[in-house]
T-cell receptor
Framework: GAVVSQHPSRVICKSGTSVKIECRSLDFQATTMFWYRQFPKQSLMLMATSNEGSKATYEQGVEKDKFLINHASLTLSTLTVTSAHPEDSSFYIC????????????FGSGTRLTVV | EDQVTQSPEALRLQEGESSSLNCSYTVSGLRGLFWYRQDPGKGPEFLFTLYSAGEEKEKERLKATLTKKESFLHITAPKPEDSATYLCAVQAGGANSKLTFGKGITLSVRP
């Protein structure tokens, strides 16, 4: 089956620093990547959608200068949280989809970000 | 705007006690309805995709059904390892459009 590898699984960073989260599709070409944020006991909230080689489309209320998304290849997308603050602490999850949707929406295992 | 409502929010079952989880949806042009399982601290794990009313899919103790307004995830004779949060999501629009998720149902199965 389709596999999406997400790293790191946990990260602690100091307030004001930047953190990069990687999401890789291991056995298919991810033409579209979705990045979600999940608060405790809440559902997934879509932050942005990116198509390979194009700029990401951000959901309303998501700061694009704070959450930088790069999707430069068909197997790798990154989310960089810039100038992190404690309120950015959350669980971040990526999801990848191939052009024809043959592999559905495959999710990574998530990254727990704690900003201290 | 697409909307997905799941009920109940939480469900506690005794091992072997069958039950159903509900997912009601409002969407313009349903392309697919998805069920996922999510364990604490993990990403969602795919269970089923349903595409049209009347469709049913089964996997082990789980069976998903779909009508024009809602979907049910039936759990037959659950085991403690079925304890998890079950998420329902709908896809509308283009082939690679986003999923809209419900808030999830937390299932606890007591031995």
């Amino acid at each position: 089956g389709a596999v999406v590898s997400q790293h790191p699984s946990r990260v602690i960073c100091k307030s004001g620093t930047s953190v990069k989260i990687e999401c890789r599709s291991l056995d298919f070409q991810a033409t579209t990547m979705f990045w979600y944020r999940q608060f405790p006991k809440q559902s997934l909230m879509l932050m942005a959608t990116s198509n390979e080689g194009s700029k990401a489309t951000y959901e309303q209320g998501v700061e694009k200068d704070k959450f930088l998304i790069n999707h430069a290849s068909l197997t790798l997308s990154t989310l960089t949280v810039t100038s992190a603050h404690p309120e950015d602490s959350s669980f971040y999850i990526c999801s990848a989809r191939d052009f024809q949707g043959a592999y559905g929406y495959t999710f990574g295992s998530g990254t727990r970000l704690t900003v201290v | 705007e697409d909307q997905v409502t799941q009920s109940p929010e939480a469900l506690r079952l005794q091992e072997g006690e069958s039950s159903s989880l509900n997912c009601s949806y409002t969407v313009s042009g349903l392309r697919g309805l998805f069920w996922y399982r999510q364990d604490p601290g993990k990403g969602p794990e795919f269970l089923f995709t349903l595409y049209s009313a009347g469709e049913e899919k089964e996997k082990e103790r789980l069976k998903a059904t779909l009508t024009k307004k809602e979907s049910f995830l039936h759990i037959t004779a659950p085991k403690p390892e079925d304890s998890a949060t079950y998420l329902c999501a709908v896809q509308a629009g283009g082939a690679n459009s986003k999923l809209t998720f419900g808030k999830g149902i937390t299932l606890s199965v007591r031995p």
